[in-house]
């Protein structure tokens, strides 16, 4: 059975730092790209950043380059989002997704399979 579980979401401060998890099951890193998405209500699904594992090939939006950083332990089978330098807009629900490619791209949503429950990233003083 195929499941992605977020974790590590909560409140910080502007400027702050959290790290993101994305431990998923029912199969391995190397047949799926795992992808980044937030969204707030009321507001279109936006892609933040995707990895293969098997090619190491990354993709980041725009409004994160330099701040975000994706990464993923195949041992562990968990993708991580490390996010810095954080901005009050960068609230959101955050989702993990699995896309079965060697180079995931943010543009296709309707690509990813399988995703997670979301777990909330608030940034507020």
């Known amino acids: 059975q195929v499941q992605l579980v977020e974790s590590g979401g909560g409140l910080v401060q502007p400027g702050g730092s959290l790290r993101l998890s994305c431990a998923v099951s029912?199969?391995?890193?190397?047949?799926?790209?795992i992808g980044w998405f937030r969204q707030v209500p009321g507001k279109e699904r936006e892609g933040v950043s995707c990895?293969?594992?098997?090619?190491?090939?990354?993709t980041y939006a725009d409004s994160v380059k330099g701040r975000f950083t994706i990464s993923g332990d195949n041992a562990k089978n968990t993708v991580y989002l490390q996010m810095s330098s954080l901005k009050p807009e960068d609230t959101a629900v955050y989702y993990c997704?699995?896309?079965?490619?060697?180079?995931?791209?943010?543009?296709?949503?309707?690509?990813?399979?399988?995703w997670g429950q979301g777990t909330q990233v608030t940034v507020s003083s």
């Open positions: 997704a699995a896309e079965r490619t060697a180079y995931c791209t943010l543009a296709a949503m309707w690509t990813y399979e399988y």
């Open positions: 029912g199969f391995t890193l190397d047949s799926y790209a």
């Open positions: 990895i293969s594992s098997s090619t190491g090939h990354t």
